[in-house]
């Protein structure tokens, strides 16, 4: 019997030094970074290339995607050379027409029942501590709204903050959280 629960602590142990060796980090947010070696994090100033859309843009994705890495990590955001490091550009603003709808007058043309605005921003994203993370892409999303009841200038703001949340997940998920 002493020997069982000799070789039971043993293996208890064992188990719990493995893991205690473990520098990886994982959190509610589904991160997986090693804070270890990776404890900063810079954003260059985003661009606006699109040649579109409100003229403070490129300076709310910019603060956006600092504040979403600082809220869901442990790093710490500095003025340049992070450990990680993102710059980029948007690429797209692009309103377009999705589903027409009859005027009821033959004399007069058909109109867009729905717009679609799109916003496409290409991120280069540098992990110097693992160079086989590094990527260059371009993150899109949309959203739609009804100009039969609204202007665009009434709900740009709004479309605008719901499509950032939605690419700088969908960059959050492709740089740290290795889904």
Same mark, same amino acid.
């Given at each position: 019997?002493?020997?069982?629960?000799?070789?039971?602590?043993?293996?208890?142990?064992?188990?719990?030094?493995?893991?205690?060796?473990?520098?990886?980090?994982?959190?509610? =947010? @589904?991160?997986?970074?090693?804070?270890?070696?990776?404890? =900063?994090?810079?954003?260059?100033n985003f661009? $606006?290339?699109?040649? +579109?859309?409100? +003229? $403070?843009?490129?300076?709310?994705?910019?603060? *956006?995607?600092?504040?979403?890495?600082?809220? $869901?990590?442990?790093?710490?955001?500095?003025?340049?050379?992070?450990?990680?490091?993102?710059?980029? +550009?948007? #690429?797209?603003?692009?309103?377009?027409?999705? +589903?027409?709808?009859?005027? @009821?007058?033959?004399?007069?043309?058909?109109r867009a029942?729905?717009?679609?605005?799109?916003?496409?921003?290409?991120?280069?994203?540098?992990?110097? =501590?693992? *160079?086989?993370? $590094?990527? #260059?892409?371009?993150?899109?999303?949309?959203?739609?709204?009804?100009?039969?009841?609204? =202007?665009l200038l009434?709900?740009?703001?709004?479309?605008?903050?719901?499509?950032?949340?939605?690419?700088?997940?969908?960059?959050?998920?492709?740089?740290?959280?290795?889904?």
């Amino acid at each position: 019997m002493k020997s069982i629960n000799k070789l039971a602590s043993l293996t208890f142990g064992l188990i719990l030094l493995i893991f205690s060796g473990c520098s990886v980090s994982y959190s509610f =947010t @589904g991160t997986n970074i090693n804070y270890e070696l990776v404890k =900063t994090f810079s954003v260059e100033n985003f661009f $606006n290339d699109s040649g +579109a859309g409100p +003229a $403070n843009m490129e300076q709310r994705f910019t603060e *956006e995607l600092k504040e979403f890495y600082q809220r $869901n990590t442990q790093l710490e955001l500095i003025r340049n050379n992070g450990d990680l490091q993102f710059s980029g +550009a948007i #690429k797209r603003y692009a309103l377009t027409p999705q +589903a027409a709808v009859s005027s @009821g007058n033959p004399n007069l043309p058909d109109r867009a029942g729905q717009m679609r605005l799109t916003i496409a921003v290409e991120v280069e994203y540098l992990n110097l =501590t693992n *160079e086989e993370e $590094n990527l #260059k892409r371009s993150f899109s999303f949309f959203q739609d709204y009804d100009p039969r009841s609204t =202007t665009l200038l009434d709900v740009e703001n709004r479309l605008v903050e719901e499509i950032f949340d939605n690419i700088i997940q969908d960059i959050f998920t492709a740089t740290v959280a290795n889904w």
